[in-house]
T-cell receptor, first 114, second 110 residues
């Protein structure tokens, strides 16, 4: 089944403790991205990747890191999480590098930073 | 970047009713898409519709790119249609990021 898989689904952590949210897609998509969703602010892009070893900042990249060593994986890293990073996170992928052609989302990761 | 306005922000309907959701853009857009976020938070791509009209069962969408708007029609609503509907698009410049509207929250009452 074609899908974008995120883990974990829920995560509670404390300020300053490094964490990684994994994202994997099995559709051979070139484009992958991370979004965070907050009440009243909608979905905002954190980082995106057009292809392996190519990543770029979105709207709200501060406090986040990403890597794209393989086509299928695009982990989101919070080196030193803070409470303002408490949010619902989504990974997404798309078949095209040139444009945002039909975006497919993972199931989301609800992160709470205490 | 572009501004995306969705209307109405909230909509409560009886099961069986029809509805029209609207998305307005501040500039001409590319790659316009509609998403449904169900009550469990999952985001599903409903339509990729840069222009024209598409139908999928009880749902259909129309985009008039030159007039900077898109419409999502839901007919014979069911309780499973409840959730938040988002539209998103980008400018015609290739790597421009996708911008999302703030959504329309639809509640279908049995």
């Amino acid at each position: 089944e074609a899908q974008v898989t995120q883990n974990p689904r829920y995560l509670i952590t404390v300020t300053g403790k490094k964490l990684t949210v994994t994202c994997s897609q099995n559709m051979n998509h070139e484009y992958m991205s991370w979004y965070r969703q907050d009440p009243g602010l909608g979905l905002r892009q954190i980082y995106y990747s057009m292809n392996v070893e190519v990543t770029d900042k979105g709207d709200v990249p501060e406090g986040y890191k990403v890597s794209r060593k393989e086509k299928r994986n695009f982990p989101l890293i919070l080196e030193s999480p803070s409470p303002n990073q408490t949010s619902l996170y989504f990974c997404a992928s798309s078949p095209s590098t040139a444009t945002n052609e039909k975006l497919f989302f993972g199931s989301g990761t609800q992160l709470s930073v205490l | 970047g572009i501004q995306v306005e969705q209307s109405p922000p909230d909509l409560i309907l009886q099961e069986g009713a029809n509805s029209t959701l609207r998305c307005n853009f501040s500039d001409s857009v590319n790659n316009l898409q509609w998403f449904h976020q169900n009550p469990w938070g999952q985001l599903i791509n409903l339509f990729y519709i840069p222009s024209g009209t598409k139908q999928n069962g009880r749902l259909s969408a129309t985009t008039v790119a030159t007039e900077r708007y898109s419409l999502l029609y839901i007919s014979s609503s069911q309780t499973t249609d409840s959730g938040v509907y988002f539209c998103a698009g980008d400018l015609n410049f290739g790597n421009e990021k996708l911008t999302f509207g703030t959504g329309t929250r639809l509640t279908i009452i049995p």
